[in-house]
């Protein structure tokens, strides 16, 4: 197991130490065996699995265009309640929660461990995320996402496609359909914190402006009812904007182009290019994303990748993806379209596929 403190808390910057210690065998960090497979995640089901209320916490993403964007995530104490009440309901699952939820739990206490092939981080939000959000903002004049494909990889909070959402909530409903498809390691991720995550974006915008306004409120500001009305609401909402939501899990090896429909115009990541090992399989399915065999203008696809320059004790960083890219069979380029360079140096990539 190790760790990467980067990550952010409460819309502020954690310390920037890095650990590296040895996978550990304790009875609730399970190694996997074998890499998780492509699955996709039922929406309603998702929806259907959420308790009455949850409770939530802003993040705020300081706007290219100026000023700030305040994005809501679940807090993930409040997930935990999830999982324990599921238990709950279920004698059996107490006396032997399934591996997953065992992970999941272990996961929820500590976000920041990772664990190959187990859990992958996607519980928290790292900080490239932001810059990602930012930087799609400043480029929202010269690149409009409506009606196109979106991918985000590895999204675990899946701040990006937050602010793609909130973009597209936020503006007057399109004739156009707009494809966002999200995918990481983890179910448990996407069921726990990335659809949440999305239904209060949807919650806070001026799409549910008028449900707002006709529904009874949780007793507290920050905590959300989850009702059938709401989850109409949110539904017809998505009719209304032309937005289709898919959720993918499984190893990046794994994921099924066929299945998902294709190639995409955006493919986003974040935060995922720590690990040597993952590098050929992340690359590989970033080119096949954007359908480098497809015609080629500039306007037909755009990959993104956020990411610190080191990945100490890890092996990945900055150096090795654009290496990574390079040696992939017909290969690519990568160009530094953002960076910070004071402190925990970060980048903004953009990836051209020969
Ligand atoms: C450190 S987290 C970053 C999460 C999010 N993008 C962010 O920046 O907050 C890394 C993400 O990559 C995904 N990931 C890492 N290795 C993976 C692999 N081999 N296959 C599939 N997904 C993987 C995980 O699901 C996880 O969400």
């Known amino acids: 197991m190790f760790k990467f403190n980067f990550d952010v808390e409460d819309g502020t910057e954690q310390s920037t130490d890095v650990n590296h210690t040895a996978p550990n065998n304790e009875p609730h960090s399970v190694q996997a065996a074998v890499p998780e497979p492509f699955t996709e995640l039922s929406l309603a089901d998702a929806l259907n699995s959420l308790p009455s209320k949850i409770s939530y916490s802003s993040i705020t993403i300081p706007l290219t265009s100026g000023g700030e964007l305040s994005l809501p995530r679940r807090d993930l104490f409040d997930a935990r309640f999830q999982l324990i009440s599921q238990n709950a309901d279920d004698p059996d699952a107490l006396e032997q929660p399934s591996i997953n939820e065992r992970s999941a739990l272990h996961f929820l206490d500590a976000p920041s461990d990772l664990v190959p092939l187990v859990y992958e981080g996607g519980l928290k939000t790292w900080e490239c995320s932001l810059d990602l959000a930012s930087y799609l903002d400043g480029i929202s004049s010269r690149f409009d996402v409506s009606g196109k494909r979106v991918l985000e990889i590895g999204c675990g909070t899946s701040i990006p496609s937050l602010y793609i959402l909130h973009r597209i909530f936020s503006a007057p409903p399109s004739q156009n359909q707009t494809h966002i498809h999200l995918q990481d390691y983890n179910a448990s991720v996407l069921e726990l914190v990335t659809i949440p ?101 500039v306007d037909d696809y755009l990959c993104l990748v956020a990411a610190k320059v080191l990945y100490f004790g890890v092996g990945g960083g900055a150096a090795e993806f654009v290496q990574c890219v390079r040696d992939l069979d017909r290969g690519g380029t990568v160009e530094t379209v953002w960076e910070k360079t004071q402190g925990v140096e970060r980048r903004v990539m953009s990836v051209r596929w020969n």
């Open 197 to 297: 995550n999305i239904i209060l974006t949807w919650y806070l915008s001026e799409a549910a402006e008028t449900f707002r306004k006709s529904e009874e409120r949780a007793d507290s500001p920050m905590e959300l009812n989850i009702s059938e009305k709401l989850k109409d609401a949110f539904n017809e909402s998505l009719m209304t904007y032309g937005v289709n939501l898919r959720f993918f899990s499984g190893s990046w090896d794994t994921f099924d182009l066929q299945k998902s429909c294709g190639s995409y115009n955006l493919v986003l990541t974040s935060e995922t290019i720590y690990r040597m090992e993952s590098l050929p399989s992340l690359t590989a399915i970033m080119r096949s994303a954007c359908n480098a065999e497809g015609p080629k203008g």
